[in-house]
C-alpha cells in the first residue's frame, strides 16, 4: 500500500471549509457523548473527535499555515503512516454511519461526518474500504445496482411485482411527469414497498414512471468513498429525468439516496438540476396537506424513527408527523426526538459491513430503550436501510416490536 496516495487525497481535499474545520476542533471531547457507538460501547477510541485524526494530521504536517514554524522549531507533527492508516479502517466504516448527531453536540460546530466523508475518499484510494461496501459500489458502477439489478433484470422484477400485487409498474413511459426511483433492498427484498408506492402514484393519478436509464436510488459510491462512482449513480438519474422530461424526481424510502439526489448531485455534476427532487413522504405529506390523499387512521399507539440522512442531514421532519397523526389514534414521539433522534446504527454502510456486526448491535440497544420508553407497540420508518438494520437487529435481540413501513401503511389506510 502506499499511503502517500491517501494522505494527497487528504491534502487535496482538504479545502477552506476542512481545514476550518480541522483549526477549529478544540479537543474538548463533548462530541464522545452524541456518538451512538461510543455510548454503546463506552470506548474513548469511538468519540468522534478520533475518527478524524489521520486527516488532522496529515493536514498539519503539509497545509496548515502553521506548519513550516513547527517544522523550523523541530515539533513538526509526524507523518501518517500505513498501521495507522490501516488501524482507522474500522473507526472510518465500521463507527460511523455519517449520521451527523456529534455536530449537534459540538460547541464549534463540526461537521463530522463530513471529515469522515474525506478519509473515506483517502481510504478509498490504497484499497482500504470494507471488501462488502467495495463489491457492491463496484457492482453499482458496473451493472447499475449494488446487488446487480440489471435494467434487464429490472423489466423482469417489475413484471413479476405487477402480477404478484396486481399493479401497474411503469417503465420508460415517454413524457411522464414524475420520475420515481427506488432501491435495490426494495427492488430485491422489499417488494410490498415498491408495489404501494406505484399503487399510490396511480391513485392518486400522478403520470409516473420508472426509467431503465436511471434507476437506483442507493448510492454505494458516498458509502466507500470513490466520488466517481457516487457522480455516475447521480449522472444516471439525471440523465434518465432529463430524457424523460420529467419536472419531478421521486426518492424512495432511502434516507441516504434522498441525500444522494436531492444534495449531493448538484454539488457532483457541478451544475443545478432542472427538476425538483423529493422524498416520497415529502411528496405523500404535500399531496395530504392539499387534501388529494386522506387517510383512515387506526387504533394503535405508534412511534416514528427519523432516518439519519433524511431528518438531521436532510431537513425532513414535519412531512412524516404529518402523515403520522393520520395514520394512527395515538402518535407518540420518541426522546429525544426529530433532530436529536438516535441513528439505528446501521446508516452509512454499516449494517452492511460483516466486522461492524458486533458494534452495530450494541448500538442498536440505544434505539430499542427508545422505543420501549415510548409504550407504543411499533415504530414506523420511511428509509430501507433502517428498516434492513431493524429487521436484522429485531431478529438478533428477539425484538417483537412491530416494524412499519410508512408507505405500506399509506396505502392500506388511503381511502378513494
Ligand atoms: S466536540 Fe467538536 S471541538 Fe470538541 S472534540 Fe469534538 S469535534 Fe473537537
Ligand atoms: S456522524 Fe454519527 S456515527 Fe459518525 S461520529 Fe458523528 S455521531 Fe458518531
Not at 483549526?23 to 457523548?33: E, F, K, M, S, T
Not at 463530513?114 to 453499482?140: D, F, Q, Y
Request: net charge negative.
Amino acid at each position: 500500500m502506499t499511503v502517500q496516495k491517501a494522505i494527497d487525497k487528504f491534502v487535496e481535499k482538504t479545502g477552506a471549509k476542512v481545514a476550518s474545520y480541522l483549526d477549529a476542533c478544540v479537543r474538548c471531547g463533548l462530541c464522545a457523548q452524541a456518538c451512538q457507538y461510543h455510548e454503546a460501547t463506552g470506548d474513548p477510541r469511538h468519540a468522534p473527535v478520533m475518527k478524524f485524526q489521520p486527516l488532522q494530521q496529515a493536514y498539519q504536517a503539509s497545509k496548515d499555515p502553521l506548519s513550516p514554524l513547527w517544522r523550523m522549531i523541530g515539533r513538526a507533527p509526524k507523518k501518517v503512516t500505513e498501521e495507522e492508516l490501516s488501524d482507522w479502517q474500522d473507526l472510518i466504516y465500521d463507527s460511523c454511519s455519517m449520521c451527523g448527531r456529534c455536530t449537534l453536540a459540538c460547541p464549534m460546530g463540526i461537521d463530522i461526518a463530513s471529515l469522515v466523508w474525506v478519509m473515506r475518499e483517502g481510504m478509498s484510494e490504497v484499497g482500504l474500504v470494507p471488501p462488502e461496501i467495495t463489491k457492491m459500489a463496484h457492482a453499482a458502477r458496473d451493472t447499475g445496482s449494488p446487488i446487480g439489478v440489471t435494467a434487464k433484470k429490472l423489466r423482469k422484477i417489475l413484471d413479476d411485482v405487477e402480477k404478484k400485487y396486481d399493479v401497474k409498474m411503469h417503465l420508460d413511459k415517454p413524457h411522464a411527469e414524475v420520475l420515481l426511483l427506488d432501491s435495490s433492498l426494495d427492488y430485491e427484498a422489499y417488494q410490498p414497498t415498491l408495489a404501494a408506492m406505484a399503487k399510490i402514484l396511480d391513485r392518486l393519478g400522478i403520470d409516473w414512471s420508472f426509467s431503465s436509464k436511471g434507476y437506483e436510488a442507493s448510492n454505494l459510491g458516498l458509502f466507500s468513498g470513490e466520488e466517481s462512482i457516487a457522480r455516475t449513480m447521480v449522472e444516471r438519474i439525471t440523465e434518465a429525468a432529463e430524457d424523460m422530461g420529467a419536472k419531478t424526481v421521486l426518492a424512495p424510502e432511502c434516507g441516504h439516496g434522498y441525500g444522494s439526489i436531492r444534495w449531493e448531485a448538484p454539488n457532483l455534476l457541478g451544475r443545478e438540476l432542472p427538476f425538483e427532487v423529493l422524498h416520497i413522504v415529502e411528496f405523500l405529506a404535500r399531496m395530504h396537506k392539499e387534501g388529494r390523499l386522506k387517510l383512515k387512521p387506526e387504533s394503535r399507539a405508534l412511534t416514528y424513527h427519523d432516518p439519519c440522512k433524511l431528518g438531521r442531514r436532510g431537513g425532513v421532519f414535519e412531512e412524516p408527523r404529518e402523515m403520522m397523526r393520520d395514520l394512527v389514534t395515538d402518535y407518540r414521539e420518541m426522546k429525544p426526538g426529530g433532530v436529536t433522534n438516535w441513528c439505528c446504527g446501521g446508516g452509512g454502510g454499516v449494517v452492511v459491513i460483516e466486522s461492524a456486526r458486533k458494534l452495530q448491535l450494541e448500538s442498536f440497544k440505544i434505539k430499542m430503550d427508545q422505543v420501549e420508553k415510548t409504550g407504543a407497540e411499533g415504530v414506523v420508518m420511511s428509509c430501507a436501510f433502517c428498516h434492513m438494520t431493524f429487521d436484522k437487529s429485531s431478529e438478533h435481540f428477539k425484538w417483537d416490536k412491530k416494524i412499519e413501513d410508512m408507505v405500506q401503511m399509506v396505502e392500506r389506510q388511503m381511502i378513494d
